[in-house]
């Protein structure tokens, strides 16, 4: 097997999700180049620092002045003079970010071939999220192999016309990382008076956000014996929307942090009785870290985390917040959930991937 394979993202939770193929490559001692694009900048280098991954190529394509078309513009710019330069015959990528629609562009028209982790999440409405969910639509329809991680996914592609001998299922990779970091870090999964909160997606900003900052302020009011901590996000709109709600007081037991490492954040879910969010990764990894979530949005492209009766659907609601939360926090039947139930697989997500690939 003598074509080169480059590996593809930008943000920390496409690396999240891609260091475990980066590992499974490792364990083979199979070669590959390893390309970070540049959509995040500090944070995500210090995450790879973490797992001693060193990109073999750094690439700068943001800036403040871009709009998003300047940007996929750069990326394909970039991606295209990189696959040209290096021979790059395979391309992986994972998500739904610019960076992968950029990728899956770029191979398409070199006539590469295209490998798309988490391929098959779909909402109702092609503008939301935006713009991933139009993002992923795209990259679908030229994948040669469409990774999916559930079955829900892999009926999304086949009702899209995917063909089916371009859809692999093999589980989602965040379940092998959850599993390594756990293990080689030594976290326990307990359940303390300490709720996890995080929000930042883009349709919360403005009222719904204020809702939700309401919501948690009234909870911590009714429960003083339970410790709340709502790690905030970088961006400064959602930091002033939050904030704006406790001008008049903050309750003694809630706890405002800056953006945590990958490490910090998985121990805090790990001891946390509940989480309440609207992350899609926080959806994924709450399984395997056997916890409840509320999740902070109106619908779910991972309605295997509802179904599965993981997470609740309690949007930006100030009393269905309350409601979800009564409802778990105080209930052992309810706050703690079956790991074996957990709809993104047992593990080994790397391993079919990587075997795959190398075909």
Not at 103 to 127: C, N, P, W
Not at 303 to 309: A, F
Not at 324 to 351: L, Q, R, T, V
Request: aromatic content about 8%; glycine content about 4%; overall charge negative.
């Amino acid at each position: 097997m003598n074509d080169k394979i480059a590996i593809i993202y930008g943000t920390r939770p496409e690396f999240l999700k891609v260091f475990p193929i980066i590992n499974e490559f490792r364990k083979r001692n199979q070669k590959i180049c390893i390309v970070n694009t540049g959509q995040h900048d500090s944070l995500l280098t210090e995450m790879e620092q973490s797992f001693d991954v060193q990109p073999d190529y750094q690439l700068s394509v943001q800036s403040l002045a871009f709009t998003n078309s300047n940007l996929i513009a750069k990326l394909i710019d970039e991606i295209s003079n990189l696959v040209h330069q290096e021979n790059i015959q395979k391309i992986i990528a994972q998500g739904d970010t610019f960076t992968v629609l950029a990728s899956s562009m770029v191979a398409f028209l070199e006539q590469r071939k295209f490998y798309h982790i988490e391929a098959g999440l779909r909402t109702s409405d092609i503008k939301l999220p935006f713009p991933e969910e139009f993002n992923r639509r795209v990259v679908s329809l030229t994948a040669d192999v469409n990774f999916s991680p559930t079955e829900l996914a892999k009926q999304n592609l086949l009702k899209e016309n995917i063909s089916e001998n371009n859809i692999s299922l093999v589980g989602n990779s965040i379940v092998d990382m959850i599993q390594y970091v756990t293990k080689k870090e030594n976290i326990a999964v307990e359940y303390k008076d300490f709720v996890f909160i995080t929000a930042h997606r883009r349709e919360n900003i403005g009222q719904p956000l204020r809702n939700i900052a309401q919501a948690v302020k009234e909870l911590a009011e009714e429960n003083p014996e339970a410790q709340f901590e709502w790690a905030l996000h970088p961006n400064p709109n959602t930091r002033k929307i939050i904030m704006e709600a406790f001008e008049n007081g903050t309750p003694k037991n809630i706890n405002f942090t800056e953006p945590l490492s990958y490490l910090d954040a998985i121990r805090k879910m790990a001891k946390s009785k509940l989480i309440i969010s609207d992350s899609g990764g926080i959806q994924e990894e709450a399984p395997s870290l056997q916890k409840r979530v509320l999740i902070l949005r109106e619908e779910t492209e991972r309605p295997e985390v509802i179904s599965c009766n993981c997470g609740i659907l309690v949007g930006t609601d100030i009393q269905k917040i309350k409601s979800g939360f009564n409802f778990i926090y105080n209930n052992p039947e309810e706050y703690i959930f079956k790991s074996e139930n957990n709809p993104f697989g047992d593990g080994n997500s790397a391993e079919k991937i990587v075997k795959k690939v190398l075909e």
